[in-house]
């Protein structure tokens, strides 16, 4: 659009051009872009520029470049001076498939994951390839001094990962194999005050034994007692 501007065309003549152009449109109303045509050599806009604009199927905006490039530079600048919520901010919205089995427990364990991703080559699940991706940031998280805290019933959230003394508490919806009904279930219910055993926590948040076998794998109900109820018989 700048170019044809210098060249002397009405600046809206020129917005109107590129805008059709940068859609992918200039072959698609051949009498509107005849028309075109017929302007840009009125103001000697060489054949090259016209012919490479009927070639053209999309064009990124100026704008959203510049958009793009803004955004990129402000999520490098929370990495390196705000590196926790910059993880925070990454595990709660990009990394879906983040796996607490294997990633919360320490770099070791990490590793050995990604080894054994490697040693399955082609015979990989889209499941695991996706995973690596997840498990090379947070590889660097740990890299870089940063530890997670265990997922906990009263201070995990049910899908954002929290800020807590310099370290991030994962949230429920890491646990594969918890919904994120469940887990919404689970902090909303938890939110509302303490449980008094695990029937009353199964209860009010509406959860399957399967998933109460789950939170006790990472044990989340640690110290809980199964009922409330007193036996009357020794």
Known sequence: M?????????????????????????????????????????????????????????????????????????????????????????FSIRAKSFDAEFMINGEEKVKDKKREIDLLGNAASPKDKEMMDDLDIVQE???????????????????????????????????????????ESIYNSACQGEFECIDDLQAKAKLGKSAIELLQSFNVLKGMTQSNQMSLFV
């Open 141 to 183: 998280f740990y890299e870089r001094g940063f530890e997670f805290l265990p997922i906990d019933l009263y201070k995990s959230h049910s899908t954002k990962f929290r800020i807590e003394d310099g370290k991030l508490r994962p949230p429920f919806s890491t646990m594969a194999g918890l919904g994120p009904i469940a887990a």
């Open 2 to 90: 700048i170019y044809l501007i210098k060249k002397g065309l009405p600046p809206d003549k020129a917005f109107k051009i590129m805008e059709t152009v940068r859609k992918g449109k200039a072959l698609k109303d051949p009498e509107k872009w005849a028309e075109f045509k017929e302007l840009m050599k009125k103001y000697d806009v060489p054949d090259w520029y016209i012919k490479s604009c009927e070639k053209i199927k999309y064009m990124l905006p100026k704008a959203h470049a510049a958009a793009y490039v803004t955004n990129a530079v402000r999520i490098a600048w929370f990495k390196v001076h705000q590196p926790l919520v910059y993880y925070a901010a990454y």
